[in-house]
């Protein structure tokens, strides 16, 4: 397996540092809001690389953080005029919904900030002890740049660059304009947590680095975990950052391999709530099921900036249709887990740095291929066996194409004339039991005047949408 590293800024072979097995973290949610799309394709990117890691036979530790102590999600809260508790548990009971809406699995680990903060102030006290971070004047602990000698070796940026480092104001004591804060002194009435340095509340960076040593990190390697990953935008300041405060913190580097993914584009424009087009995930999920939205999602490489767009997605769409219609031609079949060439092959393209778009071509080959001979005489029974293996490795490694096919293509119809719908299928095959065809034929009328096709099978009476 071959893996883009980005702070080396080229293709590495794939060597964990235990035989056989993964550690990897993702930088999660800060749960003030509901997910966006940009939250969506970094969940699918590192769910589909664990995934492929797993096929290849390694034992991945998934760990992906929630931030659920943040200066946004104490604004939210006086202005709801609720508890912190209850807009957290929210907005990451709906992120949970939403992952599992397209496919996302949940990671082995999934750590909160509350629940962390005797390892963030283990790390800051850690840092203090060498010399790698100071206490001001007005209470706050600031991380000093200058004291690390490989501080910006992840991002390459220069020094003097003026950057944003933390998500809340700057104190005026700090040495160094790069400095950043390891724990905020809190003056005022809002939440603040107990610590040896003062009431406060961590800063924004150390969260990941005290996650990774608590619950992931070897203490014998070089590299605390195997694989560090998230967006692109968190590379600086967060990961350099990060990294920066283990490296001086610990006895080893943070990550052996850095993956980032790119941005999603709304038609175009880098998504940002400051520009008004964020696209929230739960929005795209009334008007599309949510394995159309993975696949949509998933069918550019993950490093590329993604362009969001009806068209494409519609496009999209209809590609994953032609993998349910092949489906269903099998659907009297069992799962069935042979080996196959096309299994071997799609491995190697998706081992080969998530090389999706060699993935889907073979994908789209091997339909095309099958329907092909499906269409010739004869019962092709080695074929059908194998077509199925090939979809159900699909589903395994890439996560589509799992769902029932009749049901699959039932999306758009609500509830109630879902309802209606089988109500009226039963009362038509009750009908036709009793050799009553007339009844029979005006019922089927009825069914089909509500928008969907209804097929008779020897499994009984299916409907999709037309």
Not at 94 to 120: D, N
Request: aromatic fraction near 10%; glycine fraction near 6%; charged fraction near 30%.
């Amino acid at each position: 397996m071959h893996i883009f590293d980005s702070v080396q800024k080229t293709k590495r072979k794939f060597t964990p540092l235990k035989e056989g097995k993964v550690s990897l973290y993702v930088c999660g949610p800060t749960v003030y809001d509901d997910a966006h799309l940009g939250h969506a394709k970094s969940a699918l990117v590192f769910d589909l690389l664990t995934r492929v890691l797993e096929a290849n036979g390694y034992e991945v530790t998934y760990a992906r953080n929630i931030t659920d102590i943040d200066d946004k999600i104490i604004k939210k809260a006086i202005e709801q005029k609720k508890d912190i508790k209850t807009i957290t548990d929210f907005y990451t009971e709906a992120f949970h919904t939403e992952m599992e809406a397209i496919g996302v699995k949940r990671p082995t680990l999934e750590p909160k900030a509350t629940q962390s903060l005797e390892a963030m102030i283990e790390l800051i006290q850690k840092l203090i002890d060498k010399g790698h971070a100071y206490t001001t004047p007005d209470g706050d602990v600031y991380f000093d740049t200058t004291s690390d000698s490989k501080y910006l070796s992840l991002s390459h940026r220069n020094q003097n660059e003026e950057e944003t480092q933390e998500r809340v104001v700057s104190s005026p004591y700090k040495k160094n304009h790069a400095d950043f804060a390891l724990w905020k002194s809190v003056k005022d009435n809002t939440v603040t947590f107990a610590s040896p340095f003062g009431k406060g509340r961590p800063g924004w960076h150390l969260e990941c680095s005290a996650m990774i040593e608590k619950h992931l990190a070897y203490s014998d390697t070089p590299f605390a975990i195997d694989i560090h990953g998230g967006g692109a935008d968190l590379l600086f300041p967060h990961h350099e950052n990060e990294a920066a405060q283990t490296r001086c913190g610990t006895n080893h580097e943070l990550a052996n391999y850095w993956m980032h993914n790119g941005f999603v584009n709304i038609e175009g424009e880098k998504m940002s709530k400051s520009l008004g087009n964020s696209f929230f995930l739960k929005d795209a999920l009334k008007v599309y099921d949510g394995e159309v939205l993975r696949f949509y999602l998933l069918s550019t490489h993950y490093r590329s900036n993604f362009n969001f767009n009806t068209q494409d997605l519609e496009a999209s769409k209809k590609r994953l249709d032609k993998l349910y219609r092949l489906k269903k031609r099998l659907f009297r079949l069992t799962t069935c887990n042979d080996d196959t060439p096309f299994k071997k092959e799609l491995l190697t393209a998706l081992s080969d740095d998530l090389n999706v778009s060699t993935a889907l071509a073979l994908i789209d080959e091997m339909i095309s291929k099958a329907n092909e001979t499906l269409d010739t005489a004869g019962k092709h029974k080695q074929l059908k066996r194998e077509t199925m293996a090939n979809l159900t490795y699909i589903e395994e490694v890439l996560g589509f194409g799992g769902k029932n096919p009749f049901v699959y293509f039932q999306f758009g119809i609500d509830e109630g004339t879902k309802e209606k719908i089988n109500m009226l299928i039963e009362q038509r095959n009750a009908a036709k039991k009793e050799k009553d065809f007339a009844l029979s034929d005006k019922i089927r009328d009825e069914i089909l005047s509500l928008g969907v096709n209804i097929m008779d099978t020897p499994q009984g009476t299916f409907w999709e949408k037309v």
